[in-house]
């Protein structure tokens, strides 16, 4: 017995027909989303759009890049902030690619060490504190500051002196260890003569403390109120 065929009727060919070309159409739409870029439009995504570690040097020109504002640590220097305007660097040994120190350059090359400082333990041969004494029958007989401006003091502090008796003077440089002194008469007019020679002689009664004559030793020698300096080593 043989099969019986019947054809489709119009609505199924229709149908059949609609299926393949809606078929092909989702193909050729695929095919064309997965080969190109098209899909994104330009400057469309945001930041946070984008999974984090995705962007690699293969996709970001670098060249494009600015400078970073500010840096812990810049390439040409490894412990300045500014290496342009490093100029007064606490030291030279902080700014890795410096030739010179502008500071050094100041001190005509000389390292700090060979500078003698205010120091009145130091024993680099410094004055540690000199005085001028403007003696006379009137000068205080008790301990007073000194204010000429012609006095120094290592330790910072005054530098006292009083009239003991005539031709003897007690100078006293406050804060001081200082045990060795020398000065000169600063000889003056009197009587109708000059005094060429005088002699101040000390004898330290305690750090930085002095007793101080002057005397005359032109015949008869005395003692004589001629101002003098004192000067401690």
Not at 77 to 95: H, L
Not at 115 to 128: A, E, F, L, V
Not at 151 to 156: A, F, L, M, Q
Not at 188 to 210: C, K, L, Q, R, Y
Request: hydrophobic share 40%.
């Amino acid at each position: 017995m043989k099969g019986i065929v019947h054809r489709p009727s119009g609505a199924m060919a229709v149908a059949i027909t609609a299926l393949v070309v809606a078929l092909g159409g989702t193909a050729a739409a695929a095919s064309h989303l997965v080969s190109g870029n098209s899909l994104i439009k330009k400057n469309s995504l945001s930041g946070n759009r984008l999974r984090n570690g995705t962007l690699t040097g293969k996709q970001i020109n670098l060249t494009k890049l600015g400078t970073v504002p500010s840096a812990t640590s810049a390439s040409t220097a490894v412990n300045a902030t500014n290496a342009v305007n490093a100029k007064n660097a606490t030291t030279a040994a902080t700014a890795a690619n410096a030739t010179t120190a502008a500071n050094a350059l100041d001190l005509g090359g000389i390292p700090a060490s060979g500078y003698t400082r205010s120091s009145c333990s130091s024993n680099t041969g410094q004055i540690k504190g000199f005085a001028f004494v403007a003696a006379s029958t009137t000068f205080p007989s008790t301990l007073t500051a000194l204010s000429s401006g012609l006095e120094y003091n290592c330790s910072g502090e005054a530098v006292e002196a009083s009239r003991v008796a005539l031709g003897q003077y007690e100078v006293k440089f406050l804060g001081s260890t200082s045990t060795l002194a020398y000065g000169n008469a600063i000889q003056a007019v009197s009587g109708g003569g000059i005094h060429f020679n005088d002699v101040v002689t000390f004898e330290n009664i305690g750090p930085g403390d002095f007793y101080v004559w002057v005397t005359d030793t032109y015949p008869p020698s005395a003692l004589i109120d001629d101002s003098f300096d004192i000067e401690l080593l």
